[in-house]
Structures are given as structure tokens and as C-alpha cells.
């Protein structure tokens, strides 16, 4: 072998070895947070279950979410951990694992995009209220360790799902 097939080999091996520890690593990580999500999903309702979107997504339903909610879902999106240029791209941009939460109320809220930051949540990136479905979308990085901030998340929404339409939302 020369020397080109040599470092082609060795790239493709390094390549290899890269994803399937990545995807080791993924499961373990979708493993901690489900169990976070499973521990918040039982304060907006019963009857969650989990489907799963390839290997990197999976979203968790609400069947019978508590008034004054009427829909909840999370979809939690892990970060390419088997894919090395991607991860780092997505490192580079500030992404972590996402936990996207979409909510509907028995009442629509006022329209609006509250800062997060006044909510008090590590990674919270986004917050939307909407007088159409979904009424409430969150967005959440969440990072290793941060697993809290989804229960937090989980109490916020039906914070927001509990203030009255024109009125003052937190």
C-alpha cells in the first residue's frame, strides 16, 4: 500500500470508529432525557408515550393533557454526535440537544414573542405565544447536566396555559 491508501484507510477507520461510538453515545444521552421528560410530562397530563424518529429524534404526546391545556407535545432532537463535521458545525452555531415543546390552551393567548430570559430558564432560546394552534412553542438547549430546565419548561406552560386571554402573561 502507499502511502495515499494508507491515510485513506486510516481516515475511514477514525471515520468507523466516530460513529459508532457517537451512537453510543446518543443512546445514552436519549436515555437521560427521557427519564427527565417522563419525570416532567406527568404535571401537564396522563398517558404520554414516546415515538421515535430515527435515531437522533423522538417526540413524547400527552394523551389526556390537564385542563387548561388541551395539546402537549415535546419532541427532543439530540445533537449528531455519530456525524463529526456536523456536531461540530452545530457546536460551532451554539446548538445542543433540543427539547422543542408545542402546547395547546382551552383559551388562546395574545398573540406574542416574550424574551426568555425573563423566565429564568438555562437554554431557554425561544418562547411564542400564538392565537392559533399550536398556542404556546418553546424552545430549549439543553445541554449535559441542564436535564432541570425541562421541568421547568413543563411548569411554565401551564403557567402560561393558566393566565387569562388579555391578561398578564408572567
Not at 62 to 89: G, M, N, S
Request: hydrophobic share 50%; aromatic share 8%; charged share 20%.
Amino acid at each position: 500500500m502507499d502511502t495515499g491508501q494508507i491515510i485513506a484507510v486510516a481516515a475511514a477507520a477514525v471515520f468507523f470508529v466516530w460513529y459508532f461510538a457517537g451512537a453510543l453515545l446518543n443512546r445514552r444521552r436519549a436515555a437521560e432525557l427521557i427519564r427527565a421528560v417522563r419525570g416532567a410530562v406527568g404535571a401537564v397530563g396522563e398517558g404520554p408515550t414516546i415515538r421515535w424518529h430515527g435515531r437522533t429524534a423522538f417526540e413524547v404526546s400527552v394523551a389526556e393533557p390537564v385542563p387548561p391545556l388541551t395539546a402537549f407535545r415535546l419532541l427532543c432532537l439530540l445533537e449528531p454526535r455519530d456525524f463529526p463535521l456536523a456536531l461540530a458545525w452545530n457546536r460551532l452555531r451554539g446548538r445542543r440537544d433540543q427539547v422543542l415543546i408545542n402546547a395547546d390552551f382551552a383559551r388562546p393567548p395574545r398573540a406574542g414573542a416574550p424574551d426568555p430570559g425573563r423566565y429564568g430558564i438555562p437554554g431557554l432560546t425561544g418562547v411564542e405565544l400564538r392565537a392559533e394552534q399550536p398556542h404556546l412553542r418553546l424552545v430549549l438547549q439543553v445541554g449535559a447536566g441542564g436535564e432541570a430546565a425541562i421541568e421547568k419548561s413543563v411548569a411554565l406552560v401551564r403557567e402560561l396555559a393558566a393566565a387569562q386571554p388579555g391578561g398578564r402573561t408572567v
